[in-house]
């Protein structure tokens, strides 16, 4: 099983526990046989990092950062979660210029590769974003920061790693709903523009974000 967990967003998922909403995404990933992954790190450190004690989930139980393009919103808080552990791997795209912490490996990815076993980049995608693939026995889950290549572009890619099963990020002003038919969860989160209507056309696959939001997979 793969969890989830929705630690910085546009919009709060559970009220009253002293969550904060913030222009950004970022989430952390975790399964049985893989690290534990920091998928984009919100465009705040102190925003990042109180949401994260919120829901229980330390920084040194990180194993490793994957940045899906270099936008403030989602590179925001990397400087302050690096501050808390700097035990581990980074994963940028040649295009990201920052934070270069001696005691930090910053590996740069240009094409599709698998990182550790199960989990995938797509490789850097129309010259500015990545997105993160994990392999399940469903199928491949794809995490998206804002999806700039166009989700056509990135289906694509992520389907040389298995069959999509799920997608979970940043959708822009994605509009080419046809692509989500054979999908079973979807999770628009961050900046997706047309929420409502993705909800409308599939709304028994399409699930809410914000933040607390944690989905099992």
Known sequence: ???????????VYRENVGLQADWGFACVVRGEGIPTVLFDTGARGDILLSNMERLSIAPDEIDMV????????HTGGLGAFVAKNRRVKIYVLPSFGGLMYSEVTLEVVRTPIEIVDGIFSTGELEGIEQSMVVATREGAIVFVGCSHPGMKAILSSASQFGIPYAVIGGFHGFREYQLFRDLSLICPCHCTVHKAEIKRLYPKKCVDGGVGRVIEI
């Open 1 to 11: 099983m793969i969890e989830v967990t929705i630690v910085y967003d546009n919009t």
């Open 66 to 73: 994957f940045i899906s393009h270099n936008h403030l919103d």
